[in-house]
């Protein structure tokens, strides 16, 4: 597009000729516009690169742990492949591939195989099934105990992933695998106790061995993960709920009963050793009386035989003297009967009354 | 000439990475894959990676998960040796261990295609060794009698040895049980046992409580009474020891027996004669006989 047919040329083409300004201005323009859109194009090639590279980062929260996979495979060798919490980059897929594993956080699973049907609504509520129900085929689970008999259990089992690696890598659902376990523990442990241990008398126990069992078959498994808590609940099945109630009630009257006759039991041998102390004591009290007060009156009379010897009769009237007065002064009522004239004995009549009315006066003739 | 540099450059690329999308793949830790040319097998990649390829139609991959995976059977009747029937399912942790043998084996390759199979070996090994056991290996009240640990093993070793001798490319890692049940009409039996066993319970626990209490009690009586004999038994000793001492003062009242009584009747007197007592007494009780017996004067007489 060198000439412009449209206007004559008389001179003819001139070499050396600089273009036609309408031209100059088009092909500038092209120019312009193409080198901008370059430069559009340059920015926005950059800014991919870096948007690239960008998307490489993420972030490792303090309860987790990532592995990058660089074609499928783990950066680093066995645990060294772990990342920490922090910022760290990968490739962006295709080449890497980041895996993120929550490590700190306690997983739970619950094992439901051993448990009457609830709706969702019903277990959310930790409502009671009523009783008297027997139980339906197939939707009811329960679990056979030792002695054979029917009962319900139930377990959740709390842990915490040790070994990501394999938690992750090795197992399509882990926390099912770890469920299976414990259904099975339930099953297992029940098929070793009977029921009224696993009701009421040995609860530690059984809950003991559940853990024990879901501990062992996840370590057999190899599941990389460390048990931290498992609670187990149990009941007797809903038809059966009065029978197993009133065995309780007549347990727990035999229990009383039994504390009634250990109460009273202490009750009489504490009573017992009190009075027998007593006896003991006041024997002893009345021997140490006895004696004391024989040995003073054996000194009494060692000191009043002189006396007694020199004049016997003297000494008597003394004493008895002594003693009246003693006596006189001590007694309350004292009649006194002088001798008839006649020198005949009086005739007295008493009217025995052992408490004499206080407000009569002493009669002294 | 700058830019055309950079066209080559991106350009050049663009192509690795079309070259690397149709000539290289990658195995994922949690996978295997078998790498078939022209439909045919040729190579079992079990470690994970990049590996290079021809693409399609001559080379095809063909990736399968190698991770555990759970497998429950269904919960079916078997019969024990002691012929009673009781359900169970169990619970398998099984994974693919060959992939091409997974691959020419299974129909489709599928993971139900597996699972059917699965079921089926499971089942023919369960029946056959449940079989061989009683009701009582089950559950038993002695632990040493449980087998249910035993029969596990068994079923496993089962279903390990038909895997292995077929050459599916799967292997199962563990088999446990996860559900044991009765069939309805013997749950309905085992209740009607179970509400009898309760009855037993409660007259044992009446019959108990009161028998106990009543041993309890009397033993506590007799032992009670026996600490009190046995006090008054020792006070008598106490007292007989306190007699013989007081017969070492007899040889001093022995010397004049006399004296001795008169004090004894003297403080037998004054303690006879204490309060709310009422003597009577005429002039011939002394002291009272100055009533009548005065001294007499010696010049009066």
């Known amino acids: 597009m060198n000439h412009d047919h449209d206007h004559p040329h008389p001179h003819g083409p001139e070499p050396g000729h600089a273009p036609a300004p309408g031209e100059d201005a088009g092909s500038l323009a092209l120019e312009a516009a193409l080198r901008s859109s370059f430069v559009i194009v340059k920015v926005a090639m950059v800014a991919m690169v870096f948007l690239f590279f960008g998307s490489g980062f993420f972030t490792v929260g303090p309860q987790q742990q990532a592995v990058i996979l660089r074609f499928g495979k783990p950066v680093g060798a066995g645990q060294q492949a772990l990342l920490g919490a922090g910022l760290h980059w990968a490739f962006p897929y295709p080449i890497d591939e980041r895996v993120i594993i929550p490590i700190t956080e306690v997983q739970k699973v619950s094992s439901t195989v051993g448990w009457y049907y609830q709706t969702a609504e019903q277990q959310a509520a930790g409502e009671d099934v009523p009783a008297g129900q027997s139980l339906e085929p197939g939707r009811d689970g329960y679990v056979i105990t030792a002695d054979q008999n029917i009962i319900h259990v139930k377990a959740t089992l709390y842990y915490h992933i040790d070994d990501p690696l394999r938690y992750v890598f090795d197992f399509t659902s882990a926390s099912n695998t770890v469920q299976n376990a414990l259904d099975n523990a339930l099953l297992y442990s029940a098929a070793r106790f009977n029921v009224d241990d696993i009701l009421l008398l040995d609860q530690p126990g059984f809950k003991d061995a559940v853990r024990q069992r879901a501990a062992d078959l996840t370590d057999r498994q190899r599941m990389g993960i460390t048990i931290d808590n498992c609670e187990v609940d149990h009941t007797a099945p809903q038809r059966l709920k009065a029978d197993f109630d009133r065995v309780e009630a007549a347990r727990e009257k035999r229990n009383q009963l039994l504390e009634e006759a250990k109460s009273y039991e202490n009750q009489v041998l504490s009573r017992a050793g009190a009075s027998a102390v007593t006896i003991t004591n006041l024997a002893v009290a009345e021997r140490d009386n006895y004696v004391k007060s024989l040995k003073a009156e054996a000194r009494r009379f060692t000191e009043l035989l002189p006396q007694y010897q020199k004049y016997p009769n003297l000494f008597a009237q003394l004493k008895l003297a002594e003693a009246m007065s003693g006596i006189l002064t001590n007694v309350q009522d004292k009649i006194y009967l002088p001798e008839r004239e006649d020198g005949k004995p009086r005739e007295l009549r008493l009217m025995l009354n052992r408490e004499p009315p206080e407000q009569k006066p002493a009669a002294n003739p | ?301």
Do not use: C
């Open chain 2, 1 to 301: 000439m700058k830019r055309n540099v950079l066209t080559l450059i991106i350009g050049a690329v663009l192509l690795v990475i079309f070259a690397l999308l149709l000539f290289v793949f990658q195995v994922r830790k949690s996978e295997v894959a078998v790498v078939t040319t022209f439909g045919r097998p040729v190579a079992n990649l079990t470690d994970p990676g990049a590996y290079f390829k021809w693409p399609w139609p001559v080379q095809n991959v063909y990736k399968f998960d190698q991770r555990v995976q759970n497998f429950e059977d269904k919960f079916s009747q078997t019969y024990t040796k002691d012929n009673f029937t009781i359900l169970t399912s169990v619970y398998v942790g099984w994974k693919i261990n060959d992939a091409s043998a997974f691959f020419r084996q299974i129909p489709g390759a599928s993971l139900p295609a597996a699972q059917q199979l699965l079921e089926n070996i499971v089942r023919n090994a369960k029946n056959e060794r449940i079989g061989k056991h009683a009701l009582s290996e089950f559950v038993n009240t002695d632990p040493q009698e449980v087998k249910f640990e035993a029969i596990e093993q068994e079923i496993e070793a089962a279903v390990k040895n038909q895997l292995s001798t077929n050459n599916y490319g799967i292997e199962i890692e563990f088999l446990g049980f996860k559900k044991l049940g009765l069939p309805d009409a013997v749950v309905q039996t085992v209740f009607q046992r179970m509400q009898a066993e309760r009855q037993k319970y409660v007259s044992k626990y009446q019959f108990d409580g009161e028998a106990k209490a009543a041993e309890i009690k009397s033993s506590a009586d007799l032992s009670a009474a026996e600490t009190v004999n046995n006090a008054v038994a020792v006070a008598t000793r106490i007292r007989a020891e306190g007699e013989a001492e007081a017969a070492q003062t007899l040889p001093v009242f022995q010397q004049n027996p006399e004296l001795a009584v008169f004090l004894y009747q003297l403080d037998t007197l004054k303690l006879s004669l204490n309060q709310k007592t009422t003597l009577i007494f005429d002039e011939r009780t002394p002291p009272f006989d100055l009533f009548r017996n005065l001294p007499a004067n010696p010049s009066g007489k």
